[in-house]
């Protein structure tokens, strides 16, 4: 399972209300990713780090702030939590396996936002 | 953005027979890796197979295989002898070959479910 665990594993909040998702590995890795999940959709990146401090958006960035001040560490913070924002969130780390980087997954988040 | 498509939402098979998953996708890199990943009930993210799009060879995992068409941009799973435990959504995935963010492009994904 690479390391990676996600807290909380379920959670529910009110719109309007601020939700911080923690990603923790084990192993150093330098790439860690939010990604989330919705029906009709896959999965798709919100923000990705490719070191400590350093973060960039994905293709879902809107509503949605990331930090990572220690390796093990990569958090993903709703400023102010949407019903849009409703989905099950997973954290990715890529590892290097032979020849290319390959993803591994956490257990993911399920976040509820009524 | 590459786009990667799975046009079948839902899929079924007896045990121990053959199911094939199809996957096309959208891009203009000549270099990429294709990724099959597995989602259990668990809700777990499971790599099952990866495919460089620079070998011309098909990839095996003991019962996954890949039809690996690059002319076409279509990349389809196929599961022999099928078992209760591959009940499941599977994802194909894009990776660029370029250095820089590795992130996955997913499909939609196709529920499989396995008829005893």
């Known amino acids: 399972d690479a390391g990676i665990t996600q807290s909380p594993r379920h959670k529910v909040t009110e719109t309007g209300t601020p939700v911080t998702l923690r990603c923790h590995q084990t192993?150093?890795?330098?790439?860690m990713y939010w990604y989330r999940q919705d029906p009709g959709h896959g999965l798709r990146l919100i923000h990705y780090?490719?070191?400590?401090?350093?973060?960039d958006k994905g293709e879902v960035s809107d509503g949605y702030s990331v930090s990572r001040s220690k390796t093990e560490d990569f958090l993903l913070t709703l400023e102010s939590a949407t019903s849009s924002q409703t989905s099950v969130y997973f954290c990715?780390?890529?590892?290097?396996?032979?020849?290319?980087?390959?993803?591994?997954f956490g257990p993911g988040t399920r976040l509820t936002v009524t | 953005a590459q786009t990667v498509t799975q046009s079948q939402p839902e899929m079924s098979v007896q045990e121990a027979e053959t199911v094939t998953l199809s996957c096309t996708y959208d891009t203009s890199e000549s270099d990429y890796y294709l990724f099959w990943y597995k989602q259990p009930p668990s809700r777990q993210m499971i790599l099952v197979i990866r495919q460089e799009a620079y070998k011309q060879q098909n990839a095996t995992e003991n019962r996954f295989s890949v039809n690996f068409q690059k002319a076409a941009k279509s990349f389809s799973l196929k599961i022999s002898d099928s078992q209760l435990g591959d009940a499941a959504m599977y994802f194909c995935a894009y990776r660029s070959y370029q250095t820089g963010a590795n992130n996955l492009f997913f499909g939609t994904g196709t529920r499989l479910t396995v008829i005893p």
């Open positions: 990715a780390i890529s590892e290097w396996q032979g020849n290319t980087y390959e993803q591994y």
């Open positions: 780090s490719y070191g400590v401090k350093d973060t």
């Open positions: 192993e150093n890795h330098r790439y």
